[in-house]
């Protein structure tokens, strides 16, 4: 199991399941897809409104709730910004897209991929440890 952790809440990435519900291979659309949409978020973080719109609903809820208007607490965040794509995996409808600086989770809904959870460090047989997360 891969968790992410982030303020005490542990948010639960059951990788067998997940593998088991059609894993996509390197050169997919899917994955295309989901590497774009990490990208974009990155890019668009100096722009907070942009950024704000490829969240997730939960974890711009969770920005909201935690730290006010998500314009206003996604700069506070200070985020990193990764531009360039090292490695993405993606499991049915969720993905992780490893960054040069950051790594992403994010989810498949009807209209795109959208961010569930940013800033996130990997720790050797630990939870990561993100930034901005969902519930």
Not at 21 to 46: I, K, Y
Not at 76 to 85: A, C, E, F, K, N
Not at 91 to 109: E, M, N, P, Q, S
């Amino acid at each position: 199991m891969r968790w992410v952790n982030s303020g005490g809440v542990l948010l639960s990435l059951t990788v067998a399941a997940l593998a088991g519900a059609g894993c996509t291979p390197m050169g997919s659309a899917e994955n295309r897809n989901a590497s774009q949409a990490a990208l974009d978020f990155e890019g668009s973080l100096t722009k907070p409104v942009h950024a704000c719109a490829l969240l997730a609903p939960g974890t711009l809820a969770e920005l909201e709730q935690s730290f006010g208007r998500c314009d206003k607490a996604l700069p506070d965040q200070h985020l990193p910004v990764g531009t360039q794509v090292a490695d993405v995996d993606v499991y049915g409808k969720d993905a992780i897209v490893r960054l040069d600086k950051d790594v992403v989770f994010l989810a498949r809904f009807d209209d795109g991929w959208r961010v569930t959870a940013a800033g996130c460090t990997p720790r050797l047989d630990r939870p990561f440890t993100c930034t901005i997360k969902g519930p």
